[in-house]
């Protein structure tokens, strides 16, 4: 779709009918200067106050379960073959109705891996039908689905990294496909733009962010996970 190196978000690719699914597989690739802090970009998609630097339709997200047993999720997992989970959980979404488009809900499931080399996976899936009863209670609105969500972060120096930032997501609705790619691409790019000024230290959110993570870390040996997809 994209392909310029002088562009924060380098590449853009597509595929149509991935896995025989309406809505194609979105992979965007950049590279960005900072320390390769997984949790910390988790942050822009998972933390509502984060998540509305860049994404103007979110009305909520937070953690609806938290999942604490990561020894058992590690071993479901493999032990290490995808990296070591350090925070897991059931998340729910709400976006807000926009230019002709109702709201929008998520129940997604996701976590963060880490890689021994310094490489993290940030991975999510939504949540089957027969686990509908963990929505929260009240009106339902249109159900949209990330099939596949996985955003890899791999060091490339001691201050830099790459990222790939893979999605497919079903809109929900009789809305059409070719109709909401437009919409999910500018919203990446503005993520990227988002995270590309936090890792560049702006206004000094990153030191704060590692200040803060250090102190987490100091008082307990794991951290609660803030599921907010």
Not at 5 to 28: C, M, S, T
Not at 115 to 121: A, H, M, Q, V, Y
Not at 173 to 191: F, H
Request: hydrophobic fraction near 40%.
């Amino acid at each position: 779709m994209e392909a310029n190196g002088k562009r924060l978000v380098h590449e853009i690719e597509k595929i149509d009918n991935f896995q025989g699914l309406n809505a194609p597989i979105l992979r965007f690739r950049s590279s960005l200067e900072g320390p390769c802090d997984g949790e910390a970009f988790a942050s822009f998609i998972m933390n509502l106050e984060d998540r509305k630097k860049w994404d103007a339709q979110i009305d909520n997200v937070y953690e609806a379960y938290a999942i604490d047993d990561l020894d058992m999720a590690n071993m479901a997992m493999g032990f290490n073959k995808f990296g070591d989970c350090s925070k897991m959980g059931v998340g729910h979404c709400i976006t807000k109705a926009n230019l002709g488009i109702d709201a929008r809900e998520q129940l997604t499931i996701c976590g963060i891996n880490n890689l021994d080399e310094g490489s993290t996976i940030i991975w999510g899936t939504e949540m089957e039908d027969r686990h509908d009863y963990l929505f929260p209670p009240g009106r339902r609105v249109t159900r949209a689905r990330s099939h596949i969500f996985c955003t890899t972060l791999t060091p490339t120096s001691a201050n830099s990294f790459d990222v790939e930032y893979v999605l497919q997501l079903e809109i929900g609705g009789k809305i059409p496909a070719w109709m909401t790619i437009p919409i999910v691409v500018d919203n990446v790019k503005k993520l990227f733009s988002c995270a590309q000024k936090f890792y560049h230290n702006e206004n000094g959110e990153l030191e704060a962010f590692l200040a803060e993570k250090a102190k987490r870390q100091a008082l307990t040996s794991g951290p609660s996970f803030l599921m907010t997809p």
